[in-house]
């Protein structure tokens, strides 16, 4: 449990804290930690009861004042959080750079454009997500570098759809998504001009040929994780670390 009750001043120099699997924590207990915590920037809250309080309570905290001084926030395995709860924050918090959502429910463009049009997101973690419908996206996320959206039901046109989107994106995490084929990951390649990182473990949609094609192509790439073994061993040649 969370040794501060809500009102408690934290130590003044307290900068991260972990509360994962703090399953009786809901949001009061985040919104008292960035009230009295001024130095606080990294946040875990992943598998506590984030979007379980009643409607009525949550609304109160509509007015929050914003808290510029947090930059990550983890609220992974938050099954009850509803979208308002992440347009909430990502009101309030409009420096978060690090947002991770594995295994969120409620998703929906809506929110992952609120996020991301309201915050300096780097690095998002959509892992475990529902995410196919995410290929309608229609603005741009220029700052984000790093997204995760392994283990979801992406498809080539979301794929293509997110690469237009987030063309400034250094690393793609891929792991798991089955419906990728090769012309999914050609868009990734011509679109995302400064990509170094590619995860294609288990997206065996995606030939040896592709890969080779996305190191021709594409010569920021500095590591791709090949869909199987064989694959990763015909590649060790290469400039690029196939592994």
Known sequence: MVPYPMGTHCHPYLVSINLSNCCNLTEPALFSLVRNCSSLSDI????????EEREENSNSFTDFAVRPQLKSLCLAGCYHMREENIILFASIFPNLEVLDLTSWRGISEASIYQVLRCCKIKH?????????????????APNLELLNLSYTNLDDQSLSMISKSCCGLLQLLLKNCHDVTENGVKHVVNN????????????????????????????????IIAPSLKMRKRFLHYGCLVC
């Open 124 to 140: 998002l973690n959509l892992s475990h997500c529902q995410v196919g419908f995410l290929g309608g996206m229609k603005f741009k």
């Open 44 to 51: 875990n809250m992943g598998h506590t009861r984030i979007g």
């Open 192 to 223: 995302c001009t400064n990509l170094t990182e590619i995860n294609l473990r288990y997206c065996y949609q995606v030939q040896a040929n592709d890969v080779a094609l996305m190191i021709v192509l594409r010569s920021s790439l500095r590591k």
